[in-house]
């Protein structure tokens, strides 16, 4: 029973982390219908602007004081600020191009990017495990648990229903989802499409950055970690459906779940099932359990 | 069926030449680095069937190369041959099975679908060469010695070096001009005309009575074989293979080379593949930051060179013509 527990908080954590990143992933390609493939990297952006300013925070103390998880959003909005950056100045020039270019671009992206945090934070991974520590750990039963992952848990809880009633009860929402819909009515009723842009490039940024940061103390950053978190994420939109906001959530959770029972019961295939079951899943709705085609 | 223009071969001809007498006067390390160079104009070739013909962008065409190259390890591993005709044969039947299914699940979609479920069936294929390391090597790859040549006709000397920029370099070039040929009568053919009329406007090629998905799934198939053999070809030349090449960033690159070179054109990937393997060897031996090299490039490419490096050529050089 102990086991269990520890096995359905693994995959909630996993599936909390993989949300925030999905999600982003979702919202720009649901708003702007752009598959960023540097999606992953603004993940590990995030992961390493959190651990670079833990680093310097903690000096050369070995304990977190408890102010220092205030830095954990640091790297969330580092992340949203280079998006904000990046859409005006790459994407808007490729609106009007055909879907491959907007790929390439963003694939662009991912090799400077990546570079970018080698150039930037060096080869060597960075830790910022003093977070994960400084909580301690649960005991339940016969089993430990650590606090901090239970942190994240909560963290992805709260984003997404955050994030929910951000899209479905603001008036920024209405706007966004209008825009979703239908770009060129939107426009024609007075909505600035590129401000909507913008704004919904940057707050995907934001939540993957915020997946990089809640994660950072637990994992620490290293390079070429965005790469095989987009890929993760990829199986997760494509299982909700693209553009989707409670497709990702589904496909987290469903992701994370497989993923859990993967690694304890068939760890040689546990990353085939997952891409198997977002093959599957296309081929059967291609435009996933809850998106629209 | 008609031959080329002589337009084509009035300078095809003399490249060809060129590519004949280069091995003997450049130095040896050239001769390889173009021989890398055609290998993956050959993949760039069956790539862009799918993408410049018949409009289906993939992002998983590493595991046909990948098969192509796995499939010549596990020959050596299992069969105990080192003829490379019997690699290319390998190559060739695994990448075709690999093409024919995975294109069955994918031709019924197109767009970004067609890109997600191609780069996700790919990963599986990497995911399992990763994680199976008994039978692949996981991360560490299977070595593959270097093989003879035209069945145990032409051997490799003592000098591993001089074999690969000489007569592997030949061997190579040979079935190069013969994958080029053999892609510009497909693309000339009845069969090719029917894949650009998909590609340009699907439902009237449906109309006129093209089987869409047929068509699609007989060009998924060529250009996955194109793809495999040039898989085959690689594995000689690098002496190992690794999970590396059915990454789906491996996937990226072709399709970064074949813009590279412009898709619109016959040529373009040739150009695009040689051109990408210098950049990429020249930002890899001069700098760690290479990747950033590439990117910018691909950047700067998309943002002002849509049309690709042949396709920019072509514009500039017809125009004159069509003004006289």
Known sequence: MDTLIVHVLNALLYASVMFLIAGGLSLIYGVMRIVNLAHGNLYAFGAYVTAWAVGRALGTATEASVWMYALLPVGALAAAGLGALLEPTLLRPLYRRAEEYQLLITFGLLLILEDLMRLIWGPYPLQA???????????????????YNLVVIVIGGVAAAGLWAFVYRTQFGVVLRATSQNMRMAAALGVNVNRVYVQAFTLGCFMAGLGGSVIVPQQGAVLGMGVDALILAFVVVVIGGLGSLEGALIGALMVGFVREAGITFFPEIELAVLYLMA??????????????? | MTGPPRRVLAWSAPVLLALIVLPFVVPPYQTVLLTYGLVFAIAALGFNLLLGYTGLLSFGHSAYFGMGAYAVAFTVKYLKLESME??????ILASGAVAALFGLLCVRYTKIFFGILTMALSQVLWSLAFKFFWVTGGSDGLRVPTPTLLGGFVRAGSDKFEFLSHRYYFYVLAVFVVCTALMWVIVHSPFGKALQAIRDNETRAEFVGVQVWHYRWVAFLISGIFTGLAGAL????????????????????????????????????IVGAIIFNYLETYAVGHTVY?????GIVLVVLVLALPAGIVGTVRRFAVRPVKAA
């Open chain 1, 129 to 147: 495990s003093a977070l994960y520590e400084g909580l301690g750990s649960l005991t339940f039963g016969e089993s430990i648990y650590p606090t």
């Open chain 1, 279 to 293: 093959a599957g899943v296309l081929m059967i709705r291609p435009a996933g359990i809850l998106g629209r085609a």
């Open chain 2, 290 to 294: 290479w990747q950033m090299v590439l």
């Open chain 2, 234 to 269: 690689w594995v000689p030349l690098n002496g190992l293979t690794t999970p590396d090449i059915l990454h789906w960033t491996f996937s990226g690159k072709m399709v970064f080379f074949t813009v590279l070179g412009g898709f619109q054109t016959f040529f373009g990937p």
């Open chain 2, 86 to 91: 019997a690699f290319l044969l390998s190559g």
